[in-house]
């Protein structure tokens, strides 16, 4: 036993005094900042190995250990076929079926790895493998600061854990926090979506990832529905992103952008504030407001805060505003796998066209058929002439995007100025309980009344001497069914049925009170002249003034009464007795 004893003693004392190695030429980052020098580090400790050898040929003259080595250092601990120890460095260099396990839970296998005992720094090379319980990390070059607690690689890697594979150039991780830094390119794939982007941090522990370069998120389903921004944070559980800048959303052919937006991918609700624009390119039709809400599986959406609507034509465009607009899409009665689509306007409507405007509470407008609807006390104009009553149904002609014909529905009242180049308050008017109107080059040509039919129309004649047109008298008809007809300065009804009965009275012998139906109101202040008008809940435009010329009524009833004065006075005289 004392020959063995002694033997030992003899061997160390020994490998003591033989191992006067050749220093090693060591990487960069190993070199510690002198913050961090530490003269008085723990050694690495050899645990474990098969054999130790030292050859003068071999690893520059440093001793070497094969066999299931095994060096432990401040509670990590190394294994690998082959170790080299650089005892005055405090360096060992580990070659084949390496593993380093940390007492963080983090694990490396490698081909080859050196570790520095003084900055508990350690670079790993071929066929890198970090796995801790989050995820594994694969690439070719790893550096591994312990004391940081990072580990991070440039040489391209994969990361990947229970639901994401990640495919990066470079990339640190921080394996306290579990946050992954992400820099330049970043892929990030999942069974339902992938990320492509740049400047990502991932958070292991919340499976959130934070954005802060231009990033795409696309369905894997239906790779048209995709998320860009260039500032946000992702849950990548719940499928939730909330967007910061430069952001849109695309969805079901649509996009919406915000100056601040979520959506969560899931459910398919979205909203945005700021300056929010949703944008239909099949329907040539944007909307923008201050607020909005989307719901994807519905395909809806509803915008607020003085929303307004474009609808664009090849020749014109709509304009809509209202305190509400919701714009959607609902199938085809006739073909189910066909889509129509729908924009509401809600409380205080507007609309605006070059050649047609309306006001209303509310307005619903089918894009894809052309049939507008106007509810509650609505009012449409064209030319100079106006439209009213309890509701209104407009139909567009896709061809020349105009208005083919109006359905007006109780209280129809039709309006027109008789002689638009006069300021003389005379109108033509046509009233009833039902009413449709027909156009013609986007000017009304027809009107159709139905129900207590009632129409007050200037009639016109050519002087035989003059040959100028002259105004002959005022026709007022009251029939069941009443059809008048539209020209540029007059109109004429071309028939009255149903207990008609029409009268044509010389401008002498009708006063100004019996030229005008009951309800008559002809409305210019509150119609938008340009599309900006929309905005307002009245233009408030300048109150036309028109002219009453009754001369020839006044005089008729000037004469009247003194032949009346005339009668009573050939009248004899009574006396009393």
């Not at 690439?139 to 594979?165: C, R």
Request: hydrophobic share 30%; glycine share 6%; with cysteine.
């Amino acid at each position: 036993m004392k020959k063995i004893v002694a033997l030992f003693l003899f061997f160390s004392v020994w490998f003591t005094a033989q191992v006067n190695q050749k220093n090693l030429k060591k990487d960069s980052f190993f070199t510690p900042s002198s913050a961090q020098q530490n003269q008085n580090a723990e050694k690495i400790h050899h645990t474990h190995s098969d054999t130790f050898s030292k050859d003068p040929k071999k690893y520059d003259g440093n001793p070497y250990f094969q066999g299931k080595v095994q060096f432990d250092h401040q509670g990590s601990t190394l294994f690998a076929d082959v170790v080299i120890l650089y005892q005055e460095q405090n360096f060992v260099k580990a070659i084949g079926n390496v593993k380093l396990q940390n007492p963080d839970g983090t694990i490396i296998t490698a081909g080859e790895m050196e570790y520095d005992g003084n900055t508990q720094r350690g670079i790993a090379r071929k066929n890198v493998v970090l796995t801790d319980p989050k995820q594994s990390i694969k690439t070719e070059t790893l550096y591994y600061d312990k004391l940081q607690k990072k580990a991070y690689f440039n040489t391209g890697g994969t990361i990947s854990d229970y639901q994401n594979t990640m495919y990066t150039k470079s990339a640190t991780y921080n394996t306290e926090s579990r946050i992954i830094d992400f820099t330049g390119n970043v892929k990030i794939n999942n069974a339902e979506y992938t990320v492509e982007g740049q400047n990502i941090l991932q958070d292991q522990n919340t499976n959130t990832a934070t954005f802060s370069g231009p990033t795409w998120i696309t369905n894997k389903k239906n790779p048209g529905n995709q998320i860009f921004t260039e500032k946000g944070i992702y849950n990548m559980t719940s499928k939730e992103v909330w967007l910061e800048k430069n952001s849109t959303i695309y969805y079901n052919g649509k996009t919406l952008k915000g100056d601040r937006m979520y959506f969560n991918q899931i459910t398919g609700f979205g909203k945005a504030n700021g300056r929010v624009t949703l944008n239909n390119p099949k329907e040539n039709r944007y909307i923008k407001g201050g607020y909005a809400e989307i719901f994807e599986k519905k395909d809806s959406a509803m915008i607020t805060e003085k929303p307004y609507a474009v609808k664009i034509l090849e020749k014109d465009s709509i304009y809509f505003s209202a305190e509400k607009i919701f714009a959607f899409q609902k199938a085809d009665t006739a073909d189910v796998k066909k889509k129509k689509s729908f924009l509401r306007a809600f409380y205080k409507a507007r609309m605006y066209k070059s050649n047609a405007q309306a006001k209303a509470d509310s307005i619903s407008f089918n894009e894809t058929d052309g049939i507008m609807h106007l509810f509650h006390k609505p009012i449409l104009w064209s030319g100079e002439k106006q439209v009213s009553g309890d509701k209104i149904e407009a139909y567009f002609n896709s061809d020349s995007e105009n208005i083919d014909s109006l359905k007006v529905v109780g209280n129809a009242f039709a309006i027109s100025k008789a002689d638009s180049l006069n300021l003389k308050d005379e109108f033509n008017q046509v009233k009833g309980k039902l009413m449709s109107v027909y156009y013609q080059n986007g000017e009304v040509k027809l009107a159709k009344v139905i129900g207590n039919a009632q129409a007050i129309n200037y009639a016109d004649d050519q002087n035989e001497k003059t040959k100028q047109t002259e105004r002959i008298g005022v026709a007022i008809s009251s029939c069941g069914v009443i059809e008048a007809e539209f020209e540029e300065r007059k109109v004429q009804i071309i028939s009255c049925n149903i207990g008609a009965n029409s009268e044509v009275y010389p401008m002498s012998k009708i006063a100004k009170k019996d030229r005008f139906l009951p309800d008559f109101n002809w409305n210019t202040k509150d119609r938008p002249l340009k599309w900006e008008d929309i905005f307002l809940d009245t233009p408030n435009n300048p109150e036309t003034v028109y002219e009453s010329d009754d001369s020839l009524y006044d005089q008729a009833q000037e004469i009247i009464q003194k032949n009346k004065e005339k009668e009573e006075a050939k009248k004899p005289k009574r006396t009393r007795k």
